[in-house]
Every structure is written in structure tokens, then in C-alpha cells.
Nanobody
């Protein structure tokens, strides 16, 4: 059974930092593309960043230069380091994995950026 469990969300002031983690189980982690997506209230879910099995990274324009995605295949975990956070980054952040047409999602972790 595939499980993706996000952690690390919370309340942070504008300009602050958070690091999200997503621990995976039930999959061969290293062969999956891992990604972070987010959904703000009243908006559609959108791509934040992805990292392929070979380590190639892709970022949404809105987070480029502020967020960094990384993975540790020895820990079956993908991370999202978020710096210089803005109120517009407030959302539920979801972890996603895909291996060709096999896709799984985590349940999400809430990030609130507010003073």
C-alpha cells in the first residue's frame, strides 16, 4: 500500500522559512518522480516543484529562486525548502509521486504565511 506522509507545515511570518518533508512507503522510491503541489483556498491545485528519478528539478515561476526541492533516496523522503515566504504562498501543500501512469498523493500539510 502506497503512503505519502507530509510534515513540516505551520504558521510562519512573511520572509520566514519552512522545510516540508514527505516520507514515502510502499513504493520503489528511487524510480519515482516526486513533486510538491499546493492548493490555496478557492483556487485550483498547482505545481510547485518536481524532482525526477535522475535528480532533474522543475519549479513554478512563482517560487523559482525561493524554494528548493530535494530528495534522499536512502530515507525515501522528498523535501521542500521554502525561503522568503509570502502571504501568497499560503496553501495546503501536497506530495505527489508518479511512475509513468502510477500516481499517488499525500493528504497535505497546511502552510500559513501571516504576520
Amino acid at each position: 500500500q502506497v503512503q505519502l506522509v507530509e510534515s513540516g507545515g505551520g504558521l510562519v511570518q512573511p520572509g520566514g522559512s519552512l522545510r516540508l518533508s514527505c516520507a514515502a512507503s510502499g513504493i520503489i522510491f528511487s524510480i519515482n518522480t516526486m513533486g510538491w503541489y499546493r492548493q490555496a483556498p478557492g483556487k485550483e491545485r498547482e505545481l510547485v516543484a518536481t524532482i525526477s528519478s535522475s535528480g532533474s528539478m522543475n519549479y513554478a515561476t512563482s517560487v523559482k529562486g525561493r524554494f528548493t526541492i530535494s530528495r534522499d533516496n536512502t530515507k525515501n523522503t522528498v523535501y521542500l525548502q521554502m525561503n522568503s515566504l509570502k502571504p501568497d504562498d499560503t496553501a495546503v501543500y501536497y506530495c505527489r509521486r508518479n511512475n509513468y501512469d502510477l500516481v499517488s498523493w499525500g493528504k497535505g500539510t497546511l502552510v500559513t504565511v501571516s504576520s
